[in-house]
Structure formats: C-alpha cells, structure tokens
C-alpha cells in the first residue's frame, strides 16, 4: 500500500488549501482514512477522519469549522480542505488508512502511512 500526500505549501494566515491523498491501486476502498499533523517541535495529533463511505466524519476541535475532509473513492484520492488557516497549522500533514471501516481519531488504529506533505502558515 502506498499513499502519497500532495497540495502542501506556504500559505497566508486566512487562506485556503487543499491536500490530497492518493492511494495506489491496490489499496481497499473499504478501510477509513485519517489525517494527522506534527506541528514543529510537538507531538503528532489528529486531524480529521472519514469512514469508508465517507457517512462518518470526525474533526479535532482546533479545526472545526475550518477544515473539510472528504473521499473519492473511485480515485482512491482522500482531500482536506482547510479553510480559515491559521499559523498554528503550520506542521507536517500525514494521511493514514484505517484498519476498519470507521473513521477514527486514533493513530493507533491506523496502520499505513504516507510520507507526509509540509504545510506553513504565514502570519
């Protein structure tokens, strides 16, 4: 299984951005996804996550509101949409499929990982 992040960059404080996660074609359709972020110099922590039908969302609460996560699960290809963004966004995004079906805030759960896309917020 691989994953690729993409769409990171520098944005303005107040800006938009749209990272992609890409599956390979061999990956199932049928496991949910997460993003999870590493701000600079702390740990990693929850970002987002869509179950396997995309019915079930989950957001962290310093992103609610701001970001929007969703799935086309004929491209294989899960987005975040961040809206609003702030400095404190700024970090290394990372996407990762689940284990099940269910959309879930738990790293642990998750068992493949991307390589990360970095994402800074200017002020």
């Known amino acids: 299984v691989q994953l690729v992040e993409s769409g990171g960059g520098l944005v303005q404080a107040g800006g938009s951005l749209r990272l992609s996660c890409a599956a390979s074609r061999r990956t199932s359709s049928n496991n949910a996804v997460g993003w999870f972020r590493r701000p600079p110099g702390k740990e990693r922590e929850f970002v987002a996550a869509?179950?396997?039908?995309?019915?079930?969302?989950r957001y962290a609460d310093s992103v609610k509101g701001r970001f929007t996560i969703s799935r086309d699960r004929a491209k294989k290809t899960v987005y975040l949409h961040m809206n609003s963004v702030k400095p404190e966004d700024t970090a290394v995004y990372y996407c990762?499929?689940?284990?099940?079906?269910?959309?879930?805030?738990?790293?642990?759960?998750?068992?493949?990982w991307g390589q990360g896309t970095q994402v800074t917020v200017s002020s």
């Open positions: 869509i179950s396997w039908n995309g019915g079930d969302t």
């Open positions: 990762a499929v689940g284990r099940s079906s269910a959309a879930t805030s738990n790293a642990e759960l998750n068992h493949y």
